[in-house]
Structures are given as structure tokens and as C-alpha cells.
């Protein structure tokens, strides 16, 4: 081929980057109410996952909320009874690109039509053996942690409540107990009863059941090199992923998960809901992660 033809395939290669950039302004990642987007002359439900251009508008009810990314990462929580044009919003937008979208796509992905089908048809039913408490964290290969902060959760039963935290090291030395009625409890690892330790033992058991109580589970710190690793990672996404908001510990959910820190990400999830309580979406996407996850059962009738 010649040169010329060479960079003429380069100029078209080049031009569709250019034109899938710009296809869109923003990406819906959650919406709560009965908010529109006006796309030409027709006003329509706003869905998760809508792409909105620059020349469309955006309505959002009372009592509403929406949540957006732009193309170049920055993320915007509508909360505000008011009609926006996307234009505006647009101009909110600083010029640097980040890599959140490589993370919002992988949330939108997850949350799929179609990945909810695909993990529906490999859910088999489901024998746990003796009963047990059932821990929403990971199994011990996957016990890694970033953050400091871990959100501990797990199945309720009212007839087992309160419920027995207890921390222990890997010699099974009890740090730490906590007692609560509800199914969660926050532990915090640089709390001084912990005693820096790089890893830990945490078992969930009724109090009122004795006979009822959770296999072990890890939580351990992660290696210095994978630390600064992650650490690069999320500073690519830029300071403002850092700020506290729903929308921004969404994200960062589907940065863990991709990134195998499950517990992070559980953490990350739980600290989403209690910002935005009322948002469907992120209690819907938290209950998908623990089922494609194993972290939840799903138990489907024998035919």
C-alpha cells in the first residue's frame, strides 16, 4: 500500500476517535423520579445509562435526583427542581480528561439487561450446609484492603439479633468486640485495640443463638507496592472523584471491583447508600455486585 493510501486509512481511523468522542456529553449512571430529557422538540423518561448531547435539556423533578459523567470523566449530582441545559452543565466542566469513564462504563456494564440475564442463567441453586450466618465479604484470597475504613455486613434474622462482632489476629487473639441489633458494624484499622496488625480475623455469631455463627473472614492490609499502585491509580481519576458525595463513592465501587478489592468496594457501596438513601440505583447495583460477587446466595427453585 502506499503511503498515501497509508495515511488516509490513519486520517479516517483518526476521525472516528474524533466523532465517537464527541457523540455524547454526558452518561446517566443513576436517576430517582420523573425527570425528562428533551432531545429535538420531544420530552422523555430519563433512564440509566441515557447519553445526553450538548443541545439537549434535562428536567428534574421535585424530590428528584440524577447523577452524570461527563466525557471527560468529571462527575455532576442534580438534586435541584429545575430544567438544565446540558450546554450549561457542560461549562462546569474543566478541560482535563480523567480515567473515570473507564470505570463508569464498567458499572453501566455490570448493571446490564444482559449481564443480569447472563448471571440469572449460571445461578444454580445453592446448599450452604450447617447453618451459618452468612458475612458479606470475600473469601480469604481476595481479603485485601485498601482504605482504612471497613463496613462489615450481613444476612438479618430478627430471631438472631443482636448480633457479636468479634476482631481477632491471625494467632486468634481477641482485639476487638462489638455488639449490635442491626446486620452491620464499621471497623476502623488503625483503631489502637488493633494494634497495627497487617491482618485480621472477623467472625459474626448471634447472641441469642449460640448456634449460629459465621465462618472467619480475612481482612488484610494490602503490600506497599500494591498500595502506591492503587493509590497512582486513583489519582489519575483527579481530585475531585475524592470529594463526598453518593455519586463519587459509586464510582469509586466499580474502581475497587475492577480492581479485585472487594472489600473496598463493599465499603465504598454502603457509604453510597447512606449519602443517598433513597436512590434505587445504588442499593440496586450494591445487591447485583454481592450476587455476581458469591458474597450473596440466591437460592433458584428445584422445577
Known amino acids: 500500500m502506499k503511503k498515501s493510501g497509508i495515511l488516509v486509512l490513519v486520517g479516517i481511523f483518526l476521525s472516528g476517535i474524533a466523532?465517537?468522542?464527541?457523540?455524547?456529553?454526558?452518561?446517566?449512571?443513576?436517576?430517582?423520579?420523573?425527570?425528562?430529557?428533551?432531545?429535538?422538540?420531544?420530552?422523555?423518561?430519563?433512564?440509566?445509562?441515557?447519553?445526553?448531547?450538548?443541545?439537549?435539556?434535562?428536567?428534574?423533578?421535585?424530590?428528584?435526583?440524577?447523577?452524570?459523567?461527563?466525557?471527560?470523566?468529571?462527575?455532576?449530582?442534580?438534586?435541584?427542581?429545575?430544567?438544565?441545559?446540558?450546554?450549561?452543565?457542560?461549562?462546569?466542566?474543566?478541560?482535563?480528561?480523567?480515567?473515570?469513564?473507564?470505570?463508569?462504563?464498567?458499572?453501566?456494564?455490570?448493571?446490564?439487561?444482559?449481564?443480569?440475564?447472563?448471571?440469572?442463567?449460571?445461578?444454580?441453586?445453592?446448599?450452604?450446609?450447617?447453618?451459618?450466618?452468612?458475612?458479606?465479604?470475600?473469601?480469604?484470597?481476595?481479603?485485601?484492603?485498601?482504605?482504612?475504613?471497613?463496613?462489615?455486613?450481613?444476612e438479618y434474622n430478627k430471631n438472631e439479633a443482636p448480633y457479636i462482632v468479634t476482631v481477632k489476629n491471625m494467632f486468634d487473639d481477641e482485639l476487638m468486640t462489638l455488639e449490635t441489633p442491626e446486620n452491620l458494624v464499621q471497623i476502623d484499622r488503625s483503631n489502637p485495640k488493633l494494634g497495627n496488625e497487617d491482618a485480621l480475623l472477623v467472625v459474626v455469631k448471634s447472641k441469642t443463638d449460640k448456634s449460629m455463627i459465621s465462618k472467619s473472614k480475612l481482612i488484610k492490609k494490602l503490600s506497599t507496592n500494591r498500595q502506591e499502585a492503587v493509590k497512582l491509580l486513583i489519582d489519575e481519576m483527579g481530585a475531585e472523584i475524592k470529594e463526598e458525595t453518593a455519586l463519587n463513592k459509586f464510582i469509586m465501587a466499580g474502581f475497587y471491583e475492577e480492581n479485585k478489592l472487594l472489600i473496598d468496594a463493599i465499603t465504598a457501596y454502603e457509604e453510597a447508600i447512606k449519602l443517598a438513601p433513597d436512590v434505587p440505583t445504588y442499593k440496586e447495583a450494591y445487591e447485583e455486585f454481592l450476587l455476581r460477587n458469591n458474597l450473596k446466595e440466591v437460592i433458584k427453585e428445584q422445577k
Not at 430529557?37 to 428528584?64: F, H, P, Y
Not at 440524577?66 to 446540558?86: C, D, F, M, N, S
Open 19 to 154: 466523532i465517537g468522542q464527541a457523540d455524547y456529553a454526558f452518561k446517566v449512571l443513576a436517576n430517582k423520579g420523573s425527570n425528562e430529557v428533551k432531545s429535538g422538540d420531544a420530552w422523555q423518561a430519563v433512564k440509566t445509562g441515557d447519553r445526553l448531547k450538548s443541545t439537549d435539556e434535562i428536567k428534574v423533578a421535585e424530590n428528584s435526583y440524577v447523577a452524570l459523567v461527563h466525557a471527560k470523566g468529571k462527575p455532576i449530582e442534580l438534586k435541584e427542581a429545575k430544567t438544565y441545559k446540558i450546554s450549561d452543565l457542560e461549562a462546569r466542566v474543566n478541560t482535563t480528561s480523567s480515567v473515570v469513564n473507564k470505570y463508569t462504563d464498567f458499572i453501566l456494564s455490570s448493571n446490564s439487561a444482559e449481564a443480569k440475564k447472563n448471571r440469572l442463567s449460571a445461578t444454580g441453586a445453592v446448599h450452604r450446609g450447617p447453618k451459618e450466618i452468612k458475612v458479606f465479604l470475600p473469601d480469604n484470597q481476595y481479603g485485601d484492603i485498601y482504605n482504612n475504613t471497613v463496613v462489615v455486613s450481613w
